[in-house]
């Protein structure tokens, strides 16, 4: 019931705060991800860029006036009006195992902890406001803090910066009782790390961020100030900088004098109230000398829980617009087998709705519309309606994203696994002019956010500006993107979107000719802690067809089931070890696709993208985040590899590592903090870009960021295989004519084909006609 009761807690809000609300939603538009395009790109976040991200904050806004709805962070800003008081964050946390109510409430105590203290040293400028607790959680794709159990020990740890691009906040529930009292102020630094993007204030590293740093502290010790959040767990930031000739005066700020820190070699020299208003300028105010020792006077307001349940909701969101009808085979039969297939591989249980759209998505225009309902063994329903899509129109986005959402409240709101998964070939025109149409798509985009229901998307098709518009519709509804540019990518990604919303992750893939596997099997290698894998196998060419048999490490056969135009198998608690598929094809020869994937709540792997769209020619990053036993893992040396798919259809290779800033002081930020890093400079195409990083990861260690860790524990062997998308283009991109406008060429032929026969057909009543006339004249004379 998550949806309801943020309705409710906002309700309670006053009329300000539910206009400060709504309108920082509103501001969140597309066209506005282009600003941080414009900034510099190196390790560490560029000014504005963490603010600039979709998230479900309440940023702070004019109430009035005549900057009504603009960002501010004080009063002056908003001539007529104020500016509201805090930030408000919301945030998501996944327990990794069935918490008991003792552990849940340890959990919430430590988050009102967080929020009292983030209110007090952002002297009263921030809080947390809901926090939506996933318990028992299946994935940890769509959370700020992930909760593990004590028999994964995690310290506390931190994806430094990476707030809303992969990254998290982890740890341990025995590090959290451990902490007792304490939890919510440690909460608070790791909360700091990711949100505001700054280093530790006390750590020494050989390799620093380009430079050694030295072991330090700030206040200095000999100062006698043990406030500093970053260093003591205090409850201040650090502010000004200390006089570097006189050690014990801090009347010109308490920060590091010499600038030996990491905070200071690997941000700038800034201090650690600079870098919260370098990440956050616009809605947070530096105080002009020493910060408050409290909140200022603001009064902090109770954060909101909402415990949810574990079930998978889900609604599939259709394009038949009347561009589906073009390629051969044509999109909406590519889109027929790519969603029949999604149908087919859910788990039974699944609860799953579906709607199409065009230049509406109303029944009444011949839309397909499916209510939320468990999936069982007859799935017909769902299978008719994806069956009977028929394009037509043009393409109305943000209507069938409506729907969705309406269905997904009507059937009970948002639980801890609720995703629409969308499917478009084209820009948003509707409702018409383009104006309307992109704003009507960013309200919807904006709830979609606030509601906490993130968009899962692909998008084929030709026109200019479509790549970027899916981009960003996956950033805004902090969703995933993973383009199908080549048309035959489309049910890889439907089963991709499907294995993602049950927490499993792809292992490895196997690709070529079926006549080509008579000779040896696929072999996939499934890893310690996988609590089930998964087996699917797509083909291409409609006409061919295959068996599979599944071969476990101990012997046993498993035998994969038919989907629409490939088979799939799903195996609870599978033994570890190499997994053989041995394929028997049939019929005419055709490219495929093998793929195994494992639900494992232990060892696992994100990738992410910094940006979700660049400018040609800008920089790509790409973050890869190896996780097992402790939290982040790395080893020295080691290098990630990503397979790159340009818009041009050719491939490229992109090297991700773990070493810290090259020369130019851009790339990877500090080295061996098991954030992997690649930075993709051939750009110069627009359209989409996707990264699949592929690892095999034996005996890593632990990254340095966990700063108690057991050096001798090493990872087992698993392997992953991670697809994500990007995309290049200018802001305001569109095409002289949409693709939904055109004519299909097939249409073209269809009509010429029945002019010919009305033809032929005239042509035939004339001549009989005259011969009749000819008889008639001769049998007269």
């Known amino acids: 019931m998550k949806t309801l009761e943020v309705g409710k807690s906002i309700g309670r809000l006053s009329g300000q705060r539910r206009f400060a609300f709504l309108a ?17 790109a190196h390790a560490q976040t560029a000014n504005g860029e963490i603010e600039g991200r979709p998230s479900p904050t309440f940023r702070r806004i004019c109430q009035g006036g005549t900057n009504a709805g603009k960002y501010c962070k004080q009063n002056s800003e908003c001539p007529g009006s104020t500016c509201s008081d805090r930030n408000v964050f919301n945030i998501t946390v996944a327990i990794l195992y069935e918490a008991p109510a003792a552990d849940i409430t340890t959990i919430e105590n430590m988050i009102s902890g967080l929020s009292a203290t983030l209110l007090d040293v952002t002297d009263g400028q921030a809080q947390i406001g809901t926090a939506t607790i996933h318990n028992n959680a299946i994935t940890s794709n769509q959370a700020d803090l992930e909760i593990h159990p004590s028999t994964n020990d995690v310290w506390w740890v931190t994806n430094t910066g990476q707030f809303r691009t992969g990254g ?88 590091d004098p010499t600038n030996v820190t990491e905070q ?69 039969e590519r889109l027929k087998v790519a969603a029949g297939d999604f149908i087919a591989s859910a788990q039974s249980g699944t609860q799953l ?98 509601s906490g229901i993130p968009v899962f998307i692909t998008c084929t098709g030709g026109d200019l500006g479509l790549q970027s518009q899916c981009s960003e519709i996956a950033a805004g509804t902090n969703g995933f993107y993973s383009d199908s540019a080549d048309p035959s990518r489309m049910a890889q990604n439907f089963v991709d979107f499907q294995e993602r919303m049950t927490g499993h992750q792809g292992v490895s893939s196997v690709e070529g000719n079926l006549s080509k596997m008579r000779e040896a099997p696929a072999t996939f290698y499934v890893d310690e802690f996988s609590e089930s894998v998964s087996f699917s196998l797509l083909w291409e060419n409609p006409a061919a067809g295959a068996r599979a048999t599944l071969i476990d490490p101990a012997g046993a056969t498993h035998q994969m089931g038919p989907i629409p135009q490939g088979l799939y198998a799903r195996i609870s608690k599978p033994i570890v070890g190499e997994w053989k598929m041995r394929i028997d094809p049939i019929g005419p020869d055709s490219r495929f696709v093998a793929r195994a994937y494992v639900l494992n709540r232990i060892n696992n792997l ?86 699949q990083v592929s690892v095999d990861i034996d005996k890593w260690h632990l990254g340095s960021d966990a700063h108690q860790r057991d050096e001798k524990v090493e990872s087992p062997r698993f392997m992953r295989e991670q697809r994500v998308s990007a995309a290049v283009g200018e802001p305001g991109d569109k095409p002289r004519e949409p693709e939904d406008g055109r004519t299909p060429t097939r249409d073209l032929c269809t009509i010429c084909c029945w002019l010919a026969v009305v033809f032929l057909f005239m042509l035939l009543v004339a001549l009989a006609l005259l011969l009749r006339c000819y008889w008639t004249k001769r049998a007269r004379s």
């Open 24 to 40: 920082i939603f509103r501001a969140l538009t597309v066209a506005g991800a282009f600003f941080e395009m414009a900034l510099s």
């Open 168 to 255: 998290l906040m982890s740890v341990s529930i025995n590090r959290v009782n451990d902490a007792g009292a304490n939890a919510g102020t440690i909460l608070t630094h790791e909360f700091s790390h990711l949100v505001f993007d700054p280093r530790d204030e006390y750590e020494s590293r050989p390799a620093g961020c380009g430079n050694p740093t030295s072991p330090a502290d700030c206040p200095v010790p000999a100062a006698g100030d043990g406030t500093c959040l970053m260093d003591g767990n205090g409850t201040e930031f650090c502010w000004g900088q200390a006089n570097s000739a006189n050690l014990t005066d801090l009347s010109g700020g308490n920060h």
């Open 353 to 450: 709705g579906l709607q199409s759209f065009a230049t509406d998505a109303e029944t009444a225009s011949g839309r397909a519309s499916v209510a939320i309902a468990a999936l069982g063994a007859n799935r017909s329903t769902w299978s008719n309606a994806v069956a009977g899509l028929t394009p037509s129109t043009r393409t109305n986005i943000g209507a069938g994203l409506q729907k969705a959402k309406d269905m997904i409240v009507t059937a009970g709101g948002v639980t801890a696994n609720t995703y629409i998964v969308l499917m478009t070939d084209g820009l948003n025109n509707e409702p018409a002019p383009d104006s309307n149409a992109a704003a009507d798509l960013q309200a919807k985009i904006n709830d979609l956010l606030a």
């Open 606 to 691: 994100v990738v992410s993208t910094r940006w979700p769209t660049r400018k040609p020619g800008e920089e790509m990053y790409v973050f890869a985040f190896p996780k097992s036993r402790g939290g982040p893992i790395t080893q020295p040396g080691a290098k990630l590899t990503a397979r790159v798919s340009r818009p041009d259809g050719s491939t490229d290779t992109l090297d991700l590592f773990d070493n810290g800033r090259d020369a130019p002081n851009h790339g990877d930020d500090i080295p061996g903090d098991g954030i992997f890093t690649g930075v993709y400079k051939n750009t110069a195409l627009k359209g989409a870009y996707g990264f």
């Open 264 to 332: 200071s070699v690997c941000r700038s020299n800034r201090s650690c109230w600079d870098q919260v208003v370098w990440s956050w300028p616009t809605t947070f105010l530096k105080p002009p000398g020493a910060p408050d020792p409290g909140t200022k006077g603001v009064v902090l307001n109770p954060s909101n829980f909402i415990v949810s349940h574990n079930d998978v909701r889900a609604v599939l969101v259709l394009d038949e617009s009347g561009s589906m009808s073009l390629e051969s085979p044509s999109r909406i």
